[in-house]
Structures are given as structure tokens and as C-alpha cells.
């Protein structure tokens, strides 16, 4: 399965152009702390979701590591 791009990571891909090599510790700070809040979101989505017996089988962060390359960010 091809691993999709969070809403996060196109938007850091818009605001940090490729072409430099590095940003500020604020900046990067502020996308990693975006990223693990939208994680949470995904894996929060899925729990509701499994409450409300729109069950699936496996985990949320199965889904999420299976959908969007799991933490190797």
C-alpha cells in the first residue's frame, strides 16, 4: 500500500520549500507538534468510530501507521 500524505505534511511541504535544507527549531517544532495532534485526531476518529459500532478489525494505530507511513517522521 502506498503510504497518503496527512493534511499536515502537504502543508509543511508548502510552507518549507524543498530547496532548504533546514528551518528555524520554532518552525520545526511547530510542524512536529502539528503532526502528532493530527495523529491523534486520526486515532481518536477511529475509537469513536469502533464505539459507535462502525467497527473494523485492528487498531486505530494499525490504520494510521498502514495509511500514513506510521512514525517515521
Request: aromatic fraction near 12%.
Amino acid at each position: 500500500m502506498e503510504k497518503k500524505q496527512t493534511a499536515v505534511e502537504w502543508l509543511a511541504e508548502q510552507l518549507v520549500p524543498k530547496a532548504m535544507l533546514t528551518y528555524d527549531a520554532i518552525t520545526y517544532n511547530a510542524i512536529q507538534q502539528a503532526k502528532q495532534m493530527e495523529k491523534e485526531q486520526i486515532l481518536d476518529s477511529w475509537d469513536d468510530g469502533y464505539s459507535c459500532g462502525m467497527y473494523q478489525e485492528g487498531l486505530g494505530i494499525d490504520y494510521y501507521n498502514e495509511t500514513f507511513g506510521g512514525d517515521n517522521e
